[in-house]
C-alpha cells in the first residue's frame, strides 16, 4: 500500500492524525482537572481554545499538503473526513466546559467522573488505533480489537447516561438544576458516542481498503 508522505516527522497524514489526538488528550486532561478541582475555569477554557486553534491549523496544513501529493493510502474524501472528526473531538470536551461555567456547576456526582474517564479511555484507544493505520493490511484485527473496545466503553457510558438521566429526574427537585444537569450529561455522552463514530470511519476504510 503506498504511503502519502515520508514517515518522518511533519510528513505523513498518520503523524498529522496522531498530533491532533495528542491535543485531545490535552484537552482530556483539562477536562479532568476541571472536574476534579473546578479551579481556574476561564484560564482553563482559554487553554482549550488554543488547543482547537491549533488543531485547526493542523488540519489546515494537512488539506494544504494533500493538495501536492498524489499518492495515498486512502481516498483523499476518507482521509478528509477522519481529519475533521478527529480534529472535532475537542470541540465536544469545550462545549462541556463552557457549560459548566456558563450553568455555574459546582458538584459533579459519580456519573460525570465516570464517564469523564469513559471518554479519556476511548482517546486512549484512539490514539492506539491511529498508531496502527499505517500499516492496516499488517494491522487489521488488532485495529478490530481496539476498535471493539471503544464501541464497548461507548456502552457502558450509554449505560450510565441512562441510569444519571434516570436519578436526575427522580431525585432533583429543582427543575433549572434538572435542566444544567441534564444538558451536561447529554454532553458528556455525545463526546463518546464521538469517539465511537470515529471507530466506525477506521472500521470503514478497513473494509473499503481490504
Not at 49 to 58: I, R, T, Y
Not at 145 to 169: G, P, T, W
Request: proline share 2%; charged share 30%; aromatic share 10%.
Amino acid at each position: 500500500m503506498p504511503m502519502l508522505f515520508n514517515q518522518k516527522e511533519g510528513d505523513s497524514i498518520f503523524w498529522f492524525f496522531n498530533e491532533s489526538l495528542k491535543n485531545v488528550e490535552k484537552g482530556i486532561d483539562i477536562l479532568v482537572d476541571v472536574v476534579e478541582t473546578r479551579k481556574s475555569l476561564d484560564e482553563r477554557l482559554a487553554e482549550l481554545v488554543a488547543l482547537e486553534a491549533q488543531g485547526d491549523d493542523l488540519t489546515a496544513l494537512l488539506k494544504l499538503k494533500l493538495k501536492h501529493k498524489y499518492f495515498q493510502p486512502f481516498d483523499i474524501h476518507d482521509i478528509f473526513y477522519l481529519a475533521e472528526i478527529v480534529d472535532g473531538t475537542l470541540d465536544f470536551v469545550t462545549g462541556i466546559i463552557e457549560r459548566i461555567i456558563l450553568y455555574g456547576i459546582e458538584k459533579f456526582p459519580d456519573c460525570v467522573r465516570t464517564m469523564v474517564e469513559i471518554l479519556r479511555e476511548s482517546v486512549k484507544e484512539l490514539r492506539v488505533i491511529i498508531s496502527l493505520l499505517d500499516r492496516l493490511e499488517q494491522n487489521r484485527q488488532e485495529i478490530a480489537a481496539h476498535c471493539r473496545m471503544v464501541l464497548n466503553l461507548e456502552n457502558k457510558c450509554d449505560s450510565i447516561y441512562s441510569q444519571a438521566m434516570a436519578n436526575l429526574f427522580e431525585q432533583v427537585a429543582n427543575p433549572i438544576s434538572v435542566i444544567k444537569y441534564k444538558e451536561l450529561y447529554e454532553r458528556l455522552e455525545a463526546a463518546v458516542d464521538h469517539c465511537a463514530e470515529i471507530c466506525n470511519q477506521v472500521s470503514n476504510l478497513s473494509v473499503k481498503y481490504f
